[in-house]
DNA sequence: AGTTCCCTGAGG
DNA sequence: CCTCAGGGAACT
């Protein structure tokens, strides 16, 4: 979390309040925040676009620099008038024509780093990215999951095998799709595979009409707080009842995260 | 394939 | 005081 709706709430917001304007200042009050790059090199350049590959932001600014920005677990991206008192937890600050642009990150795990737009593809956590998972294309979900050995849940967080599916959205899909997280993707039958496909693309383009869920302090550009968390089925409602049948959902580590599901709805 | 680490705050 | 939250890299 932030998961692609969540990320692309923010890219929107982006781009509709910061495209064209001009960087006036910059400032860094936590340098580590700050892994490759120079952003006084930003000063005098322009927005020019805000792209988006699974968790991963791009501002594209004027004179080909690329900033590649990763929110991973709290990292908020936020606007303010100037003036407004910074908050605690905010590590960088761009100033525009009366606009401010701030990242705010409790956890310090999210980063920036600026590199020419030539090299931005060949940066390490972009050569890592499989197909983006909106609007990802059934074939080309089918052939990627063809051959795959591993259990169904950590390939889906795996950002190389399709990139933009976090902890809540992969409980989520698997839970519509009626699959068990430790399913081995190589055990799923077609009908499996097409209904998973068809989940993953219904959570995420609902959470992302939606605003994404405000787990964690998620908020958009203007702080304001995304729906989709009440209407998780199953993630972090361990205890409770399915929605579907009524059993208690389980919860279990795996691979180090939290796993949700209805043991009646989703067998191995 | 599983564990550790980064880091702060919430909750017990 | 302790555990937990988890994206993703690094490690075993």
């Known amino acids: 979390m932030p998961e692609l709706p969540e990320v692309e709430t923010v890219a929107q917001g982006l781009r509709r309040t910061i495209l064209r304007k001009k960087l006036k200042g910059v400032e860094v009050f936590l340098p580590k925040t700050v892994r490759h790059g120079d952003l006084r090199d930003l000063v005098g350049r322009t927005v020019r676009r805000v792209d988006r590959v699974g968790k991963l932001m791009l501002l594209r600014w004027s004179g080909e620099m690329t900033l590649l920005w990763h929110l991973k677990m709290t990292g908020q991206i936020l606007l303010a008038r100037p003036a407004e008192t910074l908050v605690k937890h905010t590590h960088l600050r761009f100033s525009f024509n009366g606009l401010d642009l701030r990242f705010v990150d409790l956890r310090q795990f999210g980063y920036v780093k600026l590199v020419p737009t030539a090299e931005a593809e060949a940066q390490a956590e972009f050569r890592a990215l499989g197909p983006d998972a909106l609007g990802l294309d059934h074939s080309e ?62 959570v995420l383009t609902e959470a992302l009409s939606l605003g994404g869920s405000s787990i964690s302090r998620f908020c958009d550009v203007h702080g304001k707080l995304g729906y989709f968390q009440t209407r998780h089925q199953v993630y972090r409602r361990h205890q409770e009842a399915c929605p579907a049948c009524g059993s208690v959902i389980e919860r279990f580590r795996l691979g180090g995260r939290g796993t949700h599901f209805c043991p009646q709805c989703q067998k191995v």
Do not use: M, V
Not at 185 to 194: E, G, I
């Open 141 to 202: 979900f089918l052939e990627r999951i063809r051959g795959r050995r591993g259990r169904i849940k950590p390939l889906l967080l795996n950002q190389s095998f399709i990139a933009g599916i976090g902890n809540i959205y992969a409980d989520e899909s698997l839970f519509r799709a009626g699959i068990h997280p430790l399913t081995p993707a190589s055990d799923l039958s077609h009908d499996q595979r097409r209904r998973l496909f068809g989940a993953i693309n219904d």
